[in-house]
């Protein structure tokens, strides 16, 4: 993450709203400067970070933009590694050994015989090193003498730029006391990122879709308007950057304003996030039911639909996410949510229970390994509905189900008259 | 409340959390209904057991442990400060003890720590006073002891962190100490340096200043001082406990030359860094501040830049000039077996004479144990010399050291006073030197002017 100083000189002020000047990720010189620093990095490979440091300093000369140098460099250096040289003593030893002779000379004298060189000889011999390894050795636990081992990702001049500016923008919530996020999709990736980052939430469904969510911190309540989350919401936002539509509202306090600013980010920014969205199945399990649900099921074949983790149950302070809902190609209101549970970790599924539990709610249907160590019972107070299996779940099974739980829960189903489009056209999604 | 046999409360950030309690219950405060849950700041745990109690609430929170320590410290006690611990003791083990600078606090909370025998945290406001906490907690009671900031993170049952990253171990480790120990306690008023002890658990609190802050100083509207470590429990206000002299000292200033080849580098630089800020007008036109305006301007204005970047070479000159390695050199031998600071401005020149001398440094790189070792090896004589940058400026105590040479530093009145105040500590009867090295025709004896040391203070 950039340092505040690389941050501060780029903030923008307009009444009470805040922005930060980011860089045109299209401009050429600035393309060309980012392909030098890399260029100087990959030199690097193998050299002392103090060697790289050095090196960007020349690089940097009398420029004036050298805000943005050392942010770009900055960004460089945090996704390289850096790994200590490897000694046969600690370092610490060494000097522990060399310095009780301290202070030592270069040439001897009446009252000191010893020379700096006969000292770190005889030290030499006793670790059984020459005395220019010991000489080497002797630091080589400072950071500074670390070697740069991996440059990180495979840096094109494009996307060091825009990961500076995905920096920026993180740096402003540095001073962040509370954010307002809307996002309307990708839940799964911003739950867990918001768990990851320990952060709380409070989420309110959102009329037309989406969910409207307020993030702090546990104490926030308590002690207004503390920066204490400004750096785990930074590190929040790339996860933001999943979903498709959303925005941000974050209220910031930055060391040089005098009250409490706005900073406002929505989905027509160019920023990318570089994490990873979780793939489009979170276990074979899960791929294997939807591939044969289209085997057998799709294209119209039955009258559902299945899709994807669009829906949240929300459970006070958490949340859970079904792995597919099945939804009525007649009437979108019938909706029934089906929740996979495979081979996990037994407190994984504890949790799982306890959130369905909570959910109380009469359209889900779990689908439930019978090689876990579970029994009905601990469902029990659930009013969801449960199917165990052996191997994988069978469909025919499941949507008999299905059926039956729509019923129960939407009352029977009305058959409208046949829709005049033939019914093996294309779904307009 | 109606049923509450499901209850139980646990730590989370700082809070307190009722869990299986629903919205509808009444629950008295300092709870409070926030989103969905019942929630309050971890402090009042030690309040809130009766009331957990009598409701059978199953307690989630304490995660500290009981230790069996055993106590190394050979001083004996004031018996002030035997009284100071049983007022602490009889106000169960919460509260404020105001003792005068040089009184034994540290002696006193040992002792403290002791008597709880249980995981203790310990804040302290800066890495030095954490550094010799860290010594003191070592010696007192040999076992590891944890230490929690910037440069190393080590969470042990007893642990010392500073004011600036408490929030962060309290937040996540907070139910882990049943002791929380706040030193120089008037720090807490400040704006986010009370959230530590806001959001700790911790039954057993104990606080130590000389100066309790002031009651229009006490709030800052979100806590009070004695609301988060309990009232003022003892209070010895006797300001010369401890008679502290300084010995008598001389200070001697060395002045050394440019070579020729530093000196016309050091010339063409200064002209272009104060052509630059004389043309500005800068000092007339921003007053103190208008170094500041300099760096601001060097972002846009490439005079500003070279002007900036010609300062930073001739500081360099300054600090890492040849003869001024060549008087460090004599002088480390003249001064040979006597013990010997040597103060630098930068912490490179600090390891370069370190790899040069091979004498022992100590930076804001140097991690606690090493920093303990390298100060115990100095008092017992194994090591002779230690080079520093401005880590050793405050709150510690080399006695041993009879000569300190200054190689270079900023113009800071205070530091300079605490430099002096180091190798003056009274301890046997020897006079100290004082060597200042500096270069003849530079800015750097400028500096030195405009550091005037008014007698009394000395």
New interface residues.
Partial sequence: MLTSELIRPRLRFAGSTLSIEMVDEQDASLLQTAQELIDILQQQVGHAREAWEEALAAYEGARVDYIVLRGLAKVLTDAATFTPLETPFPPARLREQLFAHGPVFRDSDLFHPQTRQKVLHEAAGEFGLSSEQVDTMLFADRHASYRLMDVGPAWTPAALLARYNLELARGVLYWASHITIEASSSYKDLWRYIKLFKLMFWAQPKQGGGYRIDLDGPISPFVSSTLRYGRQMAAFLPALLLCDRWQLLAHVRPPQATREMLYHLDYTCALRSHFKGSGTFDSRLEADFASEFEQKMGNKRGHWRLTRESEVLLLGDTVMIPDFILVDEQDDNRKIMIELVGFWHPQYLRRKIEKVRAANCAHLLLLVYQGLNITADAFQEAASEVIFFQQKPVLKEVMETVEHMAKRVYGPRVKRKRARTPRSAPHPE | MSDTSQASVFF????L?LQHLSASEQVPPPF?L????W???AYHYGSLLPWLREHGIRNDIPRWRHLSLALYETREPHDYQLAALDAWNQGGKRGSIILPTGAGKTFVAIQAISQVNASTVVIVPTLALLHQWYARLVNAFHIDIGVYYSGEKHILPITVTTYHSA?DLI?EYGNSFQLLLCDELHHLPAK?WG?AA??APAPFRLGLTATYPEEQEQTNG?WRVDELLGPIVYTQRIESLVGKQLAEYRTQRIRVDLTAEERRHYDADYAIYMGFVRSRQLRQRYGAGWHRELM?L?????QA??AL?ARQRLLDIIWSCEEKFAVL?AL??EH?GERILVFTASNAVA?RI???????VISF?TGVA?RK?ILDAFQTG????IVTSRVLNEGVDVPEAKIAIVLGGGSSQREYIQRLGRILRKHEQREAFLFEVLVRKTIEEGKVQRRHVPREQR
Avoid at chain 2, 354 to 360: E, K, N, R, T
Avoid at chain 2, 382 to 385: A, E, F, G, L, S
């Fill in positions: 989370q950030g700082g809070t959390v409070k926030i989103k969905a849950r929630r309050c700041e929030g937040s986010t959230e806001l959001m979100r601001r060097s972002a846009s204005d490439p830049r070279q970047l050199d480390l031998r040979d390891y370190a790899h040069q001398w091979l004498v022992p790189e090493e070792h194994d090591y002779r010399v």
